[in-house]
């Protein structure tokens, strides 16, 4: 921790060194680097906890995405909610609606599609181990669909990484500071998600303008968020990131399918 001479988040100059709290708007005057310390004490008082600036949180999150994610790092973090339990409570939000009005299909059906496509053009296809291979892909992704919370805590880290990777020579962030970034723009595809899975009802084809507008919204937001360098530098460097995230989820992806594939051929 380190005393502040002004109050990250007024500007207001403490009376004393000691006091812990800012006289103007009562942010704490010790401002903390985001650390493996600073989020385990997040995960022990914030998991259940949903503070009262929700609205004012997802406002900030897409009006000014990239600013409200830099002062958050720099310790302007009052009024606003946490990111580990904005992410639970926008994930539970898709998830019911997916289940409501898109009878709980949300992720893998594009891949289960191609996996009968596949399995149709090969010779597999007219073995008993067809069906078999069908039914564990179609498994996976229900499984998938009813733990979207758990998949995407398990990606999260991943994505930090190929972030951190990306802007690792223009970026002073800790690995832990790249988290709670990679975690807010996954609460901003949550909230695109729903929204998107609500419109699809009126417009069917909203449903395939999720992935650019996900993407585009959030090379944005990492953009706005480095101001101290060229914007095309940063759109590139966010590209690249998100480029080796999902270069990263394609090989986990095949590695699944194949180890899936070799198990049942050698058990049929």
């Known amino acids: 921790m380190q005393f502040e001479d002004v109050c990250a988040d007024c500007g207001v100059r403490p009376v004393l060194e000691v006091q812990k709290y800012c006289h103007g708007c009562g942010q704490a005057t010790q401002a903390t680097r985001i650390d493996w310390t600073f989020l385990r004490e997040e995960i022990q008082h914030g998991l259940l906890e949903i503070d009262r600036g929700l609205l004012f949180t997802l406002k900030h999150l ?6 409200f994610l830099r002062e958050y790092l720099a310790g302007r973090r009052l009024g606003h909610v946490k990111p580990l339990p904005l992410l639970l409570l926008t994930a539970a939000v898709a998830l019911l609606l997916g289940k409501y009005l898109m009878g709980g299909e949300l992720v ?9 496509a596949g399995l149709a053009r090969g010779d597999v296809a007219h073995s008993a181990a067809a069906g078999v291979l069908k039914a564990k892909f179609a498994q996976a992704q229900l499984w998938a669909n009813q733990n979207l919370t758990f998949v995407t805590l398990v990606m999260l880290p ?9 802007f690792l020579r223009s970026a002073k962030l800790n690995y832990p500071e790249w988290l709670v970034v990679t975690t807010y723009l996954t609460i901003q595809t949550f909230v695109i998600w729903s929204l998107v899975i609500v419109l699809q009802q009126w417009m069917p084809a909203a449903r395939a303008a999720l992935l650019p507008i996900c993407i585009g919204i959030n090379v944005f937001t990492v953009a706005q968020m480095f101001n ?3 914007k095309w530098k940063s759109v590139l460097r966010a590209l690249f990131g998100f480029l080796l995230f999902q270069i990263a989820l394609t090989l986990i992806m095949f590695c699944g399918a194949l180890a899936t594939t070799f198990w049942v051929l050698s058990n049929t």
Do not use: C, D, K, L
């Open 228 to 230: 101290t360098q060229a």
């Open 158 to 166: 991943i994505e930090a990484a190929a972030m951190r990777v990306a």
């Open 62 to 67: 897409f009006v000014r995405p990239g600013h």
């Open 108 to 116: 893998g059906e594009g891949f289960n599609e191609e996996v009968s």
